[in-house]
C-alpha cells in the first residue's frame, strides 16, 4: 500500500509561485512513475506534468509547458511540481499520482486517471487575477 499526501497549496496573485509537494510512503518510490493531475470545479481531470521513476523523462500539458517543472527526489521519496506565472486558470485542486513502472525506459505516464494506482487527496491551488 502506497500513501501520498500533498502540501503547498494555497492563495497567490496572479503572476506568482507556489511547490507542490508530494511525499509518498514505502519502499518502492524509486519504481514508480508520477503524476500531478488537477481538476477545476465543473471541468474534467487534466494531466499536468509527469516523471518517469528515474527522473529523465518528463511530460507536461500545453497549458503549463514552459511554467511548470515536475521533479523527484527519490532518496526523500517525494515529487514536486514548481509552478511559476501563475494565471487565474490554473486554479484547481491538484492531485499526485503514482504507478509502479518495470522499465523507466517505457510508458511513463497516461492522461488516463486510471492508469495511475495510487492517488493523493488533493492540495486547493487558487490564483487570484
Known amino acids: 500500500q502506497v500513501q501520498l499526501v500533498e502540501s503547498g497549496g494555497g492563495l497567490v496573485q496572479a503572476g506568482g509561485s507556489l511547490r507542490l509537494s508530494c511525499a509518498a510512503s514505502?519502499?518502492?518510490?524509486?519504481?514508480?512513475?508520477m503524476g500531478w493531475f488537477r481538476q477545476a470545479p465543473g471541468k474534467e481531470r487534466e494531466l499536468v506534468a509527469a516523471i518517469n521513476s528515474d527522473g529523465v523523462g518528463t511530460y507536461y500539458a500545453s497549458s503549463v509547458k514552459g511554467r511548470f517543472t515536475i521533479s523527484r527526489d527519490n532518496a526523500k521519496n517525494t515529487v514536486y511540481l514548481q509552478m511559476n506565472s501563475l494565471k487565474p486558470e490554473d486554479t484547481a485542486v491538484y492531485y499526485c499520482?503514482?504507478?509502479?513502472?518495470?522499465?523507466?525506459?517505457?510508458?511513463?505516464?497516461?492522461?488516463?486517471?486510471?492508469?495511475?494506482?495510487?492517488w493523493g487527496q488533493g492540495t486547493q491551488v487558487t490564483v487570484s487575477s
Open positions: 499520482a503514482a504507478r509502479r513502472i518495470t522499465f523507466s525506459g517505457g510508458i511513463y505516464y497516461s492522461t488516463g486517471g486510471n492508469w495511475y494506482d495510487y
Open positions: 514505502g519502499r518502492t518510490f524509486s519504481s514508480r512513475a
